[in-house]
């Protein structure tokens, strides 16, 4: 567990630096909203905690624009696809889950540049 976690926080650390430049959302931004779900997306528990829905809340506001919404699936789906864990139901269910439309799938399986 705790090697999964360390694993986590690398590949997450790594992505923070992947967005394009000149875009105002950031991967590390994105990763820091989404942190709290790990535990959720990777089917350690059943319901996504409150900081992990405060969390989508934060990246729905922060993802006001069409490249920022793009900018924030690019990131979420590098991290998705870096994360061999995570559910991919689990990532597809958590905006209902916290009852938040982002308006950004959470998958690694999205073609970003479809996102309006």
């Not at 430049?21 to 820091?32: D, F, L, R, W």
């Given at each position: 567990m705790k090697g999964v976690v360390i694993s986590m926080l690398v590949v997450l650390a790594m992505v923070q630096f992947m967005a394009?430049?000149?875009?105002?959302?950031?991967?590390?931004?994105?990763?820091?909203y989404l942190f709290s779900c790990?535990?959720?997306?990777?089917?350690q528990v059943t319901t996504p905690p409150g900081s992990c829905c405060a969390g989508v809340s934060k990246l729905k506001d922060s993802a006001a624009t069409t490249a920022d919404r793009q900018a924030a699936c690019n990131c979420v789906k590098a991290a998705a696809a870096a994360l061999p864990n995570i559910k991919d139901d689990a990532a597809s269910s958590l905006p209902a889950k916290c009852n938040v439309q982002i308006g950004i799938p959470i998958s690694r399986n999205v073609n970003c540049n479809n996102i309006n």
């Open positions: 394009k430049p000149g875009e105002a959302i950031t991967c590390g931004e994105v990763n820091s790990l535990p959720y997306l990777s089917g």
